[in-house]
């Protein structure tokens, strides 16, 4: 399992280690889009893994959310999942953001973690859980548009 992250890390500079603060570089090829000082949200993935939006995106889901009837018991508590442990967090000068310990926690993050870009957010993940979840093949390429 190491050996396919490694080679994956050397592709792609997505695997990158967590200092003693907590702090973590985000990769160079997602902070083109981002500045200096520019805050993100972050909060619980679906699965053990941390979302990151920026704040546009993150007010764009938001919207949507407002838009969510409230009498739809299970809409609301997705609803509570996503913005119950959102943090924002800011981008220091070197392009670190701090990643706040219960998402940490709850993702398995401890040393290093693992950076995958999706259409409007990036995710942040322990790499072994990401290996796992790829090994699963647990993948719907019908539902995708390609």
């Known amino acids: 399992m190491e050996e396919k992250l490694a080679r994956r890390e050397k592709r792609n500079n997505r695997f990158h280690k967590i ?3 907590g702090r973590v570089a985000i990769p160079a090829t997602l ?3 981002l500045t200096f000082g520019e805050r993100l949200v ?3 993935g679906f699965e053990k893994c941390i979302y990151a939006f920026s704040e546009k995106e993150w007010k ?3 919207q949507r959310i407002q838009d969510i009837p409230l009498v739809n018991e299970k809409k609301r508590n997705a609803t509570r999942y996503i913005m119950g442990e959102a943090e924002e967090v800011e981008i220091d000068l070197q392009g670190r953001i701090l990643l706040p310990g219960h998402l940490m926690e709850y993702a398995g993050i ?3 973690c693992y950076f995958v870009r999706m259409p409007r957010w990036f995710e ?3 790499p072994e859980e990401y290996q796992k979840m790829v090994d699963r093949k647990n993948i719907d390429f019908e539902e995708l548009p390609i």
């Open 19 to 21: 200092d003693e603060k």
């Open 60 to 62: 764009a889901l938001m």
């Open 31 to 33: 902070r083109r889009n």
């Open 124 to 126: 942040i993940w322990n």
């Open 42 to 44: 972050l909060t619980k």
């Open 110 to 112: 401890t040393e290093e």
